[in-house]
């Protein structure tokens, strides 16, 4: 598209996409019209606090906040929160809005992020049973953790991925008897070296968290308030509860983009500048699934996907493609331990481990896993080492392998791989 | 409430009353300083929140934590001795009147 410098560019969702989305477009030059239009009743927030400091209670509500809402009208960006949008008319170039009101674009960015699941289970419905995704969920489990607490309650979570596992180690900080179950044979499998499941398995352990792996759910049992009061598992066992959180994966909010005819496949499909089949129109975060090289989909759900890819969808309608290229990152904070991911770990055939995993948890092991496929490094996941993450994005990105016997040697310095400048 | 000037690269300056316990990262951001990114939203895991601390600032500061370290050895930036997290300073009463200067460039 040509250079959208006169204009309004419409963007669908006000979160971290969306917002850099706008900031990147006025840092690029653009003075056209900028609306940011969000579903929430709230301007842009942090979403990885809320699993983790928030809910702790360790930083304040107004600490949340991502950009105040004064600051973006200061950069010329229209901020409406509580509107949701109902359709897009691409013939027409409007966006149809609920209650009526259609607004024409020249530019329009979806960045409407992800839904968690739910599960098809009998009391799931109960109020008690939450999902985590905005501040408002937050603030739900945290008034319900606070009832637990009250009552001696014991908290169950449902899924052992990173949102589950953050949760049930906020929970235990404070105090309260908290249950993980997880389907799967090992914790957040799709992501970690099984050696790394086995070490966040016995980390929640030896904090007193009790983990029930392959875990076989019935329902959930109701009392006559509609309230949860247990899950009911398979093997005919109880495990009491007042609060149930549900952490069992998203999925990308594709549906506008579906109805508009744009492609779907478990997200909007973008190529790697993040453009859709229709020239005005472009995506950005959570709801994007990028068609690679190779012609795979990668879907990630992580901040920098999102930073990256609301720089780039600003650069798209700018008309200066700039591809996201980057390797992967991620990072979790559980109890003590910050897990950085650098790089995709999938199809990994061969593993070296660099540092201390240490037979004991608490005396604060640092070490990092490095995964190889057909001997390359593919990506690192470090506990409590930036350093050896830092350097892995730097490994990765110049695409340079050490091999697995010099990443599992400490007295090695990989840093002399990096090609200098 | 402390009140912090943060002075961007290209000179634009901006004074805030950082409430107590609020980090510097987490003021900046939400009042528009440009020059702080906080993309990871105070984890300390992303270190575009890079910022150089004053005289003032360093004395009442604890000496950066191991991780915090780690993350200042890969600013964009040119790190100097009195290079910090913004995202790791807590704001106290004793900040009153610091000065933090901010990198010309977070990524
Ligand atoms: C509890 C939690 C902890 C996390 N921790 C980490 C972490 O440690 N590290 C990490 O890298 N990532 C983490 N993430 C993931 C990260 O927050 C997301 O990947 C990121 O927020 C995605 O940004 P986004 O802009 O795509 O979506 P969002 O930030 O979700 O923003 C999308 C917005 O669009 C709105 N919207 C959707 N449809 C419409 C519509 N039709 N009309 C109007 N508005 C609409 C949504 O309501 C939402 O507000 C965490 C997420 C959660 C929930
Ligand atoms: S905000 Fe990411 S390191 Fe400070």
Not at chain 1, 46 to 55: D, E, G, I, V
Not at chain 1, 301 to 306: D, G
Request: include cysteine; charged fraction near 20%.
């Amino acid at each position: 598209m040509s250079a959208a410098v006169e204009g309004h560019i419409v963007i669908i969702g006000a979160g971290q996409a969306g917002t850099q989305t706008a900031e990147a477009l006025r840092s690029g030059g653009y003075t056209g019209a900028i609306t940011m239009l969000g579903d929430e009743p709230h301007g842009p927030y942090h979403r990885p606090p809320l699993s983790k400091a928030w809910l702790a209670g360790e930083m304040g509500e107004a600490q949340l906040v991502m950009r105040a809402p004064e600051m973006l009208a200061k950069k010329g960006i229209t901020l409406r929160t509580g509107v949701t949008v109902e359709a897009i008319d691409r013939a027409a170039q409007k966006v149809k809005l609920a209650g009526g009101e259609a607004l024409a674009y020249t530019g329009l960015v979806l960045a409407t992020g992800s839904t968690p699941r739910s599960l098809p289970l009998p009391g799931i419905g109960a109020p008690n049973v939450l999902p985590l995704r905005s501040k408002d969920d937050a603030s739900a489990i945290a008034a319900r953790l606070t009832t637990c607490a009250e009552r001696s309650l014991p908290v169950l979570v449902i899924g052992g991925g990173f949102i589950g596992l953050e949760v049930a180690a906020t929970a235990r900080k404070k105090g309260l008897a908290v249950t993980v179950l997880e389907a799967a044979p090992r914790l957040l499998g799709r992501v970690l070296a099984p050696l790394l499941s086995d070490w966040y398995a016995a980390l929640h352990r030896e904090h007193g968290v009790n983990l029930v792996l392959d875990a076989r759910i019935a329902s959930i049992e109701t009392d006559a308030a509609g309230e949860a009061i247990a899950v009911l598992m398979t093997d005919g066992s109880r495990h009491p509860c007042g609060l149930v959180v549900l952490g069992v994966g998203v999925a990308a909010n594709d549906q506008l983009a579906a109805a508009a005819g744009l492609a779907c496949d478990r997200g909007i499909v973008v190529d790697d500048c993040t453009r859709t089949a229709d020239p005005l129109i472009v995506a950005a975060g959570d709801c994007t699934a990028r068609q690679l090289a190779d012609g795979s989909l990668l879907r990630l759900e992580s901040v920098q996907n999102a930073t990256e890819q609301g720089k780039s969808a600003a650069a798209a309608l700018l008309g200066q493609p700039r591809p996201f290229t980057a390797t992967p990152w991620f990072w979790s904070d559980q109890y003590d331990r910050k897990l950085q991911m650098a790089g995709l770990s999938g199809g990994a055939d061969a593993w070296a481990v660099r540092g201390d995993m240490g037979g004991d948890m608490a005396a604060g092991a640092a070490f990092s896993i490095y995964h190889f496929r057909a001997g390359k490094l593919i990506a690192v996941d470090s506990v409590n080492s930036a350093k050896d993450h830092l350097q892995a994005r730097k490994l990765l990105d110049a695409g340079v392998s050490p091999t697995p016997e010099q990443a599992a040697d400490g007295g090695f310095d990989l840093g002399t791989l990096i090609p200098k400048g | 409430m402390p009140n912090i000037t943060f002075i961007e690269a290209n000179g634009q300056s901006t004074t805030l009353d950082v409430p107590e316990g609020w980090s510097l990262m987490q003021a900046a951001t939400a009042n528009g300083v440009e020059g702080i990114l906080g993309e990871c939203g105070g984890s300390c895991a992303c270190a575009t929140c890079h910022c150089y601390v004053d005289d003032l600032m360093a004395k009442v500061l604890a000496a950066p934590a191991q991780g915090e370290l780690d993350m200042l050895e890969n600013v964009a930036d040119e790190r100097r001795p009195n290079s910090r997290l913004a995202c790791q300073i807590k704001a106290s009463a004793a900040m009153d009147g610091a000065t933090v200067r901010l990198p010309a460039t977070q990524e």
